[in-house]
């Protein structure tokens, strides 16, 4: 019986550092698909050798003895990956702050290379448990099915206890060790039946294991200069920095920043505040009172919510946000309190919109995790369902990435928005890799938009940081070929193969990576 709970355990300690290495790189490396098939490659490459030598070592010496010894060894091995990773991911995070490609790739793939041993040891398990379970040749497929049915089921509570509950209440590195003293203590009481004596052979183990927890796992999983505070979530990792009087909201790797707040100052000059345009590309006079609600798909910490207030009033504002935690980030260092027209609603942005009972003159969808969009946030589905949320003059704001020179996600989305809107129009954001599309609920032009300015500049009540939005977009625009784009739907959508597609292309003809001195996002 032991054995069989031996085997649940490892199962779940499999899944749990697949699960587990995808959130210690994701800090420093993405969530990218490129990132994901990478450890989901290598970590089932481990697994083979695993049960390969696994099987050859049972058949030599298939005794519980060795079996727990193995164990042990894994959970030592696994509780270690974070300590031996550390050094590799803070050269990893200077090199992404940094932008040093070849720097950047080398700590990947060292901080991969440390999980060959725990996951290899640990594929050995099932293999053995099998040998030394089956006592004749006619139960072995009884056996072995027995114990792979209980080792799936032990990935199975693997697939999610790390994400929905480990990372978020105890950290990444606590993640590990904790892994690593399930699987060190099930030996032990495995050495304990099998060889009483040789348990003190390991106890050192499980004691180790609990000195790093207290006086190791501690520390910031960063350094970053300015960094105030840190957390991770069921979604992200969260990083405020404080540089002079900004803050700044950073995810994950950190190649993006979510969200700015100045105490006194708006105009960042970014991507939020060029969403303010949208609703001026409807005929002349528009003006700030024809915008009474609006919807951001994409919160963060309230960055567009700030800008919107600054520029149209106390209206309403329904903000759409995934991560409650970015949320209460938000209320903590980015002034969310301060917004009392702002409703914050911790849920995906398709089902909020979908659910609201409201139509907008405005909805933004910033729900961008660089380089990546949602893709079930650039359907054709999802932007009818925006559609039938907004007013008759109501449009919708969506920020893209788009390499200089590679248009071809960003034609796409146009594809997209065409299939459901009379009117797409694009701006380049300055200084940074992102457009802003607009698609309106009527059929309007770029000439609205410069006749709408030339009219708020004779208003001494216009508010400066719209003045500046709408001079943006005026100055600023782009011709996407909507021939040229896919359009999306539920059904096709590879918005992640298109972006990886870009990325490679753009990595490959760059030396390095590069901004213009503005604000990467």
Not at 83 to 93: E, H, I, N, T, W
Not at 354 to 363: F, T
Not at 400 to 427: C, E, I, K, Q, Y
């Amino acid at each position: 019986m032991y054995p069989l709970f031996t085997a649940f355990v490892t199962g779940m300690a499999s899944l749990a550092v697949e699960l587990a290495a995808s959130r210690l790189l994701g800090a420093y490396f993405g969530t990218s698909n490129l990132v994901w098939a990478t450890i989901i490659g290598l970590i089932l490459l481990y697994l083979t050798a695993g049960y390969f030598l696994g099987g050859r070592w049972a058949d030599r010496d298939p005794r519980p003895f060795t079996l727990y010894r193995i164990v042990a060894w894994a959970g030592l091995a696994v509780a270690l990956v974070p300590v031996a990773a550390r050094p590799l991911l803070y050269r990893a995070a200077s090199a992404f702050d940094n932008l040093r490609l070849g720097v950047l790739a080398g700590s990947f793939f060292a901080v991969l290379v440390l999980l060959v041993v725990p996951v290899t040891l640990l594929g050995m398990v099932s293999p053995f448990v099998i040998r030394i379970a089956t006592r004749k040749a006619s139960e072995t497929g009884r056996v072995a099915g027995r114990v792979y049915a209980v080792s799936t089921l032990g990935s199975f509570v693997g697939t999610f206890l790390p994400d929905l509950v480990l990372v978020p209440f105890i950290g990444t590195r606590r993640t590990f060790l904790l892994l690593g003293l399930v699987l060190t203590l099930t030996a032990l009481g495995g050495l304990w039946a099998a060889r009483r004596r040789a348990i003190w052979h390991y106890a050192w183990m499980p004691l180790l294991i609990l000195a790093l927890w207290v006086g190791w796992a501690a520390g910031p999983l960063k350094r970053t200069a300015g960094q105030i505070y840190e957390t991770e979530s069921a979604y992200n990792y969260i990083q405020v920095l404080q540089r002079g009087n900004y803050r700044y909201l950073r995810l994950n790797e950190g190649q993006g920043i979510h969200s700015i707040y100045h105490p006194t100052r708006l105009a960042y000059y970014g991507t939020w505040m060029c969403f303010l345009a949208g609703p001026f590309f409807n005929p002349p006079p528009t003006t700030p009172a024809a915008v009474h609600r609006v919807a951001v798909v994409g919160l963060a910490a309230g960055t567009v919510a700030r800008q919107v207030t600054a520029a149209f009033g106390a209206i309403p504002i329904d903000g759409y946000e995934i991560d409650p935690a970015i949320l209460a980030v938000g209320r903590r260092y980015f002034g969310l309190d301060a917004l009392p027209n702002l409703h914050a609603f911790a849920e995906d942005g398709r089902v909020g919109l979908r659910r609201s009972p409201y139509r907008y003159d405005l909805i933004v969808v910033d729900a961008y995790r660089p380089p990546y969009i949602p893709w079930h946030l650039t359907t054709r589905e999802f932007f009818q369902i925006a559609r039938q949320h907004l007013t008759p003059r109501g449009v919708v704001a969506v920020n893209v990435g788009a390499p200089p020179g590679d248009f071809r996600l960003a034609n796409a989305l146009a594809a997209t928005l065409r299939a459901v809107f009379p009117s797409v129009h694009a701006m380049r954001v300055p200084r940074t890799f992102n457009l802003v599309l607009y698609a309106t609920a009527q059929p309007t032009d770029w000439d609205n938009l410069r006749a709408n300015l030339a009219a708020l500049r004779e208003r001494p009540d216009t508010p400066a940081l719209l003045l500046k939005s709408l001079t943006l977009a005026a100055d600023h625009p782009v011709s996407l070929d909507t021939s040229q784009g896919e359009v999306f739907t539920d059904d096709r959508a590879p918005v992640a193969l298109l972006t990886d597609s870009m990325v490679l292309r753009f990595v490959l003809h760059d030396d390095v990576l590069h901004d213009e001195g503005g604000v990467r996002r």
